[in-house]
């Protein structure tokens, strides 16, 4: 069963940064697309960013220019680097394959941005 692990998350005030990262237990370069979903409260999950095996990525519009999507695959590492974080960004956020069949959710990691 492959496993998820993210971790990172944290309380930062508005316009600070995070690095997330997602700990997978199989080779992602075999994974078509990586992505980090994220849940706000009262809202549904959402694709916020994502990678494919070649390199490319994709972010949705109310994060562009500040988050960074990257992998590892030598440690099978999936990261998100969040920058100039607004509260609006607070959510759980997930990590799981994008654009493909979805492996088990993992427990997320809370990123709260409050002053």
């Known amino acids: 069963q492959v496993q998820l692990v993210e971790s990172g998350g944290g309380l930062v005030q508005p316009g600070g940064s995070l690095r997330l990262s997602c700990a997978t237990s199989?080779?992602?370069?075999?994974?078509?697309?990586m992505g980090w979903y994220r849940q706000a409260p009262g809202k549904q999950r959402e694709l916020v960013a994502s990678?494919?095996?070649?390199?490319?990525?994709n972010y949705v519009d109310s994060v562009k220019g500040r988050f960074t999507i990257s992998r590892d695959n030598a440690k099978n590492t999936v990261y998100l680097q969040m920058t100039s974080l607004k509260p609006e960004d607070t959510a759980v956020y997930y990590c799981?394959?994008?654009?493909?069949?979805?492996?088990?959710w993992g427990q997320g990691t809370q990123v709260t941005v409050s002053s």
């Open positions: 990678i494919t095996s070649g390199g490319t990525t």
């Open positions: 199989r080779s992602i370069w075999s994974i078509v697309a």
């Open positions: 799981n394959a994008a654009g493909g069949v979805l492996f088990k």
